[in-house]
């Protein structure tokens, strides 16, 4: 009997589901937010039953065995309950030493026992629900139904090799927080993971808590996932010896093993930085020089550790995954401050990926002979947009200046873009991860010297300091970027050549970097084709890309989506397939 594999990301946040199909390919992929509309998803669930049985009708072969898959292993209970006790012991520790626990270690703890308990919640239900929809179906009333569940860092270990084209590898997982620790490293050779063991250090010392602290310290909230603020922020700092010095002091290299101070020491610097936060009516520029300080410390004590991982001797590429590794300003730098001489970071490298992982090591546990890829792991997995909305809308909705553009819509896109028209690119199936890469986008100008004011203003409704990326054709890469890599997730921040950055200044951040997406034909024929055909009308070889959300929504999952966003923000036009919509 046939097997399909139903990867669930069951994190407290940023949930998803995976399919994984009998050979091994990954069929659909989309993070839980997309379609209820709710950023990062909360406590929420990634079975969402009665959807998720649609799923699986829907791209699940007929009279297959459904494996289901978690990103979190057998022992996790008593591993929860564990960091349950040891924040009660933490409390009780300051309470006898000083009478009260100081006000941002008390967040701090606040926080880490609200996941534990949330992560206690989401390892009650597996599926269960789903089961039982199941069980209601004349298609699937039969199926045998397995469960498996892996470990959190072996998940974000798989999504990111799998999807890799290495044979060979070392892989660094780094994010808030793990079952144990908050990191691991793996090698991995001949299609299989192999834990590196020697490294782990069980507690919650943290560079993703770090960086969360640095986060709130900024005025941001790093629950809400706005540590792409501080990336932001920090390139308009500047260095302040003291800020570094202290910032430096809470976080520690030690072999492969990161850590903090003394709780004691840790409480008094917590406390100091605690004190220095952003208040109301502040603006965030003010605290430029503080996110630089913590960026500059993410990134030594990122280099320090995977160096120390190079120095095994087992592999000279590197997968990076985890939620680190959603720091593309320090992903662009690893090459230049490593030994290693490849990097993959996959498009979904924090929880959201675990149900990718989870659904690939169910199938490799059973296909043991899967070939590697030669490519890596297209992000193009997620939903399309209804086919019917869309007739009704074209239909219904009475909007005049609507055209069916047909196979020319890449053309017709990039004249708009060319006559300085900020465009909404919506096209095939949504991209998995938190990076729109062509297919939920929205496109402008890059030579515009103003597009960036005006985007963020007007179109997104974010903060004036945030950056936009360039999407680039890859025979042009190192014309425009030193040590230019492809990198065709985004997920590497490239400085500029100082020839190059006066032609796109739309694009190019404070620091004279922008967060890069390299375009192939093979990989995404219609994006490529629009920033060909600009290429051709302007001789810039790159268009600005960012999202199609406005700030703190996700990206547009549905026709009604999409049209909420053009009809309430300062978009021109979009394209929804061949249909073009104007202002």
């Not at 494996?67 to 022992?75: G, H, Q």
């Not at 910032?247 to 004691?264: C, K, T, W």
């Not at 890829?373 to 909305?389: C, H, Q, V």
């Not at 007739?391 to 009475?398: A, E, I, M, P, Y």
Request: glycine share 8%; aromatic share 10%; hydrophobic share 40%.
């Amino acid at each position: 009997m046939k097997r399909n594999y139903v990867g669930l990301a069951n994190s407290f946040h940023d949930s998803s589901i995976a399919i994984v199909d009998e050979r091994g390919e990954v069929v659909f992929a989309e993070a839980t937010e997309r379609y209820l509309q709710h950023k990062r998803t909360i406590g929420i669930a990634s079975d969402l039953f009665m959807r998720t049985a649609k799923l699986i009708d829907n791209y699940c072969d007929p009279d297959s065995e459904i494996i289901i898959a978690t990103s979190w292993s057998d022992e996790t209970s008593a591993i929860m309950q564990g960091h349950l006790d040891e924040c009660a012991a933490t409390r009780q520790h300051y309470v006898d030493a000083l009478g009260k626990v100081p006000a941002p270690l008390s967040r701090q703890l606040s926080r880490q026992i609200f996941y534990s308990r949330s992560q206690l919640s989401m390892l009650e239900h597996p599926a269960r629900l789903l089961e039982y929809e199941l069980s209601q179906s004349d298609r699937w009333e039969r199926t045998p139904i397995h469960y498996r569940r892996y470990e959190h860092h072996l998940t974000h270990a798989a999504s990111g090799c799998f999807s890799s084209p290495f044979d060979n590898a070392l892989c660094a997982v780094l994010d808030g927080f793990g079952e144990r620790s908050s990191f691991a490293c793996f090698h991995y050779e001949g299609g299989r993971l192999k834990p590196i063991t020697g490294g782990e250090c069980v507690g919650w010392s943290s560079l993703g808590i770090f960086y969360s602290l640095v986060c709130e310290a900024c005025g941001f909230d790093p629950l809400s996932g706005e540590e792409w603020k501080v990336m932001g922020l920090a390139a308009y700092g500047q260095h302040d010896e003291a800020l570094y010095a202290m910032l430096r002091e809470m976080v520690a290299v030690d072999g492969r093993n990161i850590h903090f101070p003394s709780r004691a020491r840790m409480g008094q610097l917590q406390a100091k930085l605690h004190a220095m936060r952003r208040r109301k009516g502040q603006s965030p520029l003010e605290f430029a020089n503080l996110a630089y300080a913590g960026q500059r410390v993410f990134c030594e004590v990122l280099f320090a550790f995977l160096k120390n991982l190079h120095a095994t001797g087992l592999s000279d590429n590197l997968v990076f995954s985890g939620g680190c590794a959603l720091n593309s300003s320090a992903n662009g730098k690893i090459l230049a401050n490593t030994p290693f001489r490849d990097l993959h970071v996959f498009s979904a490298p924090g929880d959201d990926g675990n149900a990718v992982g989870a659904a690939l090591l169910a199938h490799r546990d059973d296909h043991p002979e899967t070939p590697n890829r030669k490519e890596p792991l297209s992000p193009y997995l997620g939903s399309r947009m209804s086919e019917e909305t869309l007739n009704h809308f074209v239909k219904f909705s009475g909007v005049g200046k609507l055209t069916h553009c047909g196979n020319d819509a890449p053309k017709r896109a990039a004249a708009l873009l060319a006559d300085n028209r900020v465009i909404g690119w919506i096209q095939g199936c949504a991209e998995f991860g938190p990076r729109a890469l062509g297919n939920r986008s929205i496109l402008a100008d890059p030579r515009s010297p103003d597009i960036k004011e005006r985007i963020n203003s007007s179109v997104k409704f974010r903060e004036e300091f945030r950056p936009f990326a360039p999407s680039i054709l890859d025979d042009f890469g190192s014309d425009f970027f030193h040590e230019y890599h492809a990198s065709p997730y985004m997920e590497r921040t490239l400085r500029f050549r100082e020839n190059a950055a006066p032609r796109v200044p739309g694009v190019v951040h404070a620091d004279g970097t922008g967060r890069v997406q390299t375009i192939r034909q093979q990989w995404n024929p219609r994006f490529h084709a629009l920033v060909s055909e600009f290429h051709r009308l302007t001789d810039i070889p790159l268009v600005l890309n960012t999202s199609f959300n406005v700030m703190g929504k996700p990206i547009a999952h549905s026709v009604e989506d999409a049209l909420a966003v053009f009809f309430t923000s300062g978009l021109d036009a979009m394209f929804i397939q061949n249909i073009l919509i104007e202002k």
